[in-house]
């Protein structure tokens, strides 16, 4: 199991996050991100990509 953490106050929104891990990240209705705080490992690196292309840079992976 990860923990994934995202700063909201960094991120905005744009989604990149979405594109690489679909199922722990999503944008909602009013586009804003929601994203899972847990996720099995093997959605490991999925969330790797997402935080290599966060342009905020707002994604950690809690160890
Ligand atoms: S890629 Fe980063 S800034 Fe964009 S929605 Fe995801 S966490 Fe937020």
Redesign the pocket.
Known sequence: MITID?DMN?????????FEAPSV?KLNNDDK?EFTATADDSERSNVEA?ID????Q??TIVE
């Open positions: 995202v960094k991120c905005q929104h744009y989604g990149q996050c979405v990240f991100l997402a292309v966060c342009p905020m707002a994604i």
